[in-house]
């Protein structure tokens, strides 16, 4: 299994570790791209559907409302396996849904 440092899918620029955030009710472990790209981390890896819409609603700064009215044309998705004690990630697809899950998103028309 190839593993590699933590870096954006979109821009392939290098990512510093996931940190606790907390804006306006969103609380989540994640982190933003130069590109506007936004991270987060799902430690295990089988709450995506949540996740997602954390994601998005980082996306929109914490306006879950406006998270609620993306459609899936309106933004891009990455999910990447993520290993939190060496910050690598893999393209490995895991069902199993043992490792933790990176969640990138961006939106398109920006
Ligand atoms: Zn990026």
């Not at 979109?10 to 933003?32: M, Q």
């Not at 891009?76 to 290993?83: F, H, K, N, R």
């Amino acid at each position: 299994m190839r593993r590699q440092p933590l870096q954006c899918p979109f821009c392939d620029n290098y990512l510093a570790n996931p940190v606790d955030i907390r804006i306006k009710s969103l609380e989540i472990t994640g982190g933003i791209c130069t590109c506007r790209a936004v991270y987060v981390l799902d430690r295990r890896g089988h709450n995506l559907g949540e996740i997602c819409l954390d994601a998005l609603t980082f996306l929109c700064k914490g306006d879950i409302d406006k998270a609620l009215t993306l459609m899936p044309e309106d933004y891009e998705e990455e999910t990447l396996d993520y290993d939190t004690h060496t910050n690598t990630i893999s393209r490995r697809e895991d069902k199993r849904g043992r490792t933790g899950k990176l969640i990138f998103v961006r939106l398109k028309n920006l």
